[in-house]
Every structure is written in C-alpha cells, then in structure tokens.
C-alpha cells in the first residue's frame, strides 16, 4: 500500500522560505509522476509544481521562480522548497503521486494523496 507523508509546514513571515518534505512509501517500481496541490480557504485546489521519475519539473505560474520541487530517489522523499514566501501562499500542501508517464503527470488523476501540511505566511 501506497502512503505518502508530508512534514515541514509551519508559519512563517513574508519573504522567508520553508522546505516540504514527502516521504513515500510502498511504491513500486516503474515511470511515477508525484508533485504538490496546495487549498487555501475559500479557494479552489491548485496545482503548484510536478516531477516525474527523470527529474522533469514544471511549475505553476503563481510559483515559478520562487519554488523548486526536487527528489531524492534513494530515499523516496519529493521536496518542494518554497522561497519569497508570500501570504497568497498560504494554504494546505499535499503531496500527490501517481504511474504516469511525463506526458501525463500533472494531467491524469492523481492516485495517491498524503494527509497535508499547512503552512501560513504573515
């Protein structure tokens, strides 16, 4: 089975950054696409970043150039660092996963989330 844990959420002030972590866990083998969805209250669910097994990343306009989202395959852990924190950032992190394909990784229904970690920007 499957689980993805989130960890590094956290306030923070303006212009600060934070890293999340997701560590992953009873994954199998093959192509995977995993990235982050962040909701903030009131708001719809957003995409903010993707990568796939290669290491291919994209980014969602609200973010690019302000967060990275690496991984470490060893340890089947995804970051995101987040930089230039703003408080529109605000908002539950998740960690998403699924066997896709870069073709489709950010497009196709997500098949795992982790349980979210907030973070708050003032």
């Known amino acids: 089975q499957v689980q993805l844990v989130e960890s590094g959420g956290g306030p923070v002030q303006a212009g600060e950054s934070l890293r999340l972590s997701c560590k992953t866990s009873?994954?199998?083998?093959?192509?995977?696409?995993m990235g982050w969805f962040r909701q903030a209250p009131g708001k719809e669910r957003e995409g903010v970043a993707v990568?796939?097994?290669?290491?291919?990343?994209k980014y969602a306009d609200s973010v690019n150039g302000r967060f990275n989202i690496t991984k470490d395959g060893g340890r089947k852990i995804v970051y995101l660092q987040m930089n230039s924190l703003r408080p529109d950032d605000t908002a539950v992190y998740y960690c998403?996963?699924?066997?896709?394909?870069?073709?489709?990784?950010?497009?196709?229904?997500?098949?795992?989330w982790g349980q979210g970690t907030q973070v708050t920007v003032s």
């Open positions: 998403v996963a699924a066997h896709v394909t870069w073709a489709q990784c950010g497009k196709a229904p997500w098949e795992y």
């Open positions: 009873g994954y199998t083998a093959g192509r995977y696409c």
């Open positions: 990568i796939d097994s290669d290491g291919l990343a």
